[in-house]
């Protein structure tokens, strides 16, 4: 094994946590999603930073498609009762904006994934369709994320819009699109085209047992930040 203490040495010694606390302090007052004027000010702050340490640097600026998940708005009709459940979009979703999706919740159970070797697998309960297929037309309630694999079948068997129970009480953030990487002019056809969100556990299984007692309608929103946009790389 190679050893230089005299290098190790200096090395150590030349180490100091004045420029990335400046960095953290700097950042912690930016909210830098893409697009954002917020990442604009990040970049120039890093590209300063460089230039006065005499690094050289250059920065690109693409025009990419990028989708930010704003907020969902899921309400439940229950027997008469409503209700609204916290939920989260997922990137690259259809953004419904204030137009409600609106529709019958059909329940179609499935198993989580049981690692990242699966993660993207298409589930054995979204495989269907045919003209008499039970999801035409209603909102899907099934387990899992909002993978692509799912996402995808379910839209092709004609659901208008879908809802995933994740595992825990936290709902996570995630993204639906198939498309590896950003998006182009070419590939963008391929973005999903219904609404989707995700709600947590305790209240997936509560909508199921909604379901058990009688059918249930669902009122679906959701926002999400998208479009092409200049993002400094």
Not at 101 to 112: A, D, F, N, Q
Request: proline share 8%; charged share 25%; net charge negative.
């Amino acid at each position: 094994m190679f050893k230089d203490p005299t290098l190790e040495a200096d090395a150590i010694a030349a180490i100091r946590l004045d420029e990335p606390k400046a960095l953290l302090d700097r950042f912690v007052t930016l909210i830098r999603e893409s697009g954002t004027a917020d990442e604009a000010a990040a970049a120039r702050y890093l590209t300063d930073r460089l230039a006065a340490l005499g690094i050289p640097v250059t920065v690109h600026t693409p025009e990419l498609y990028i989708s930010n998940p704003v907020k969902a708005e899921l309400t439940i009709d229950a027997g008469g009762a409503t209700r609204q459940l916290h939920a989260r979009p997922p990137a690259m979703a259809r953004s419904t904006g204030d137009e409600a999706v609106r529709g019958e919740i059909v329940y179609v159970p499935s198993k989580y994934a049981g690692g990242t070797a699966s993660l993207f697998d298409l589930p054995e309960a979204a495989r269907g369709g045919g003209a008499d297929d039970p999801v035409r037309g209603k909102i899907v309630l099934t387990e899992g994320f909002s993978m692509p694999a799912a996402v995808g079948a379910f839209e092709r068997r004609g659901a208008i819009g879908e809802i995933f129970i994740h595992p825990g009480k936290n709902v996570h953030e995630g993204i639906c699109t198939p498309i590896w990487g950003a998006p182009t002019a070419e590939s963008i056809g391929r973005k999903p085209t219904v609404p989707v969100c995700c709600i947590n556990h305790p209240d997936g299984e509560a909508l199921i047992a909604d379901l058990a007692r009688g059918p249930v309608q669902a009122s679906l929103k959701t926002w999400l930040r998208e479009g092409w946009m200049r993002c400094p790389l």
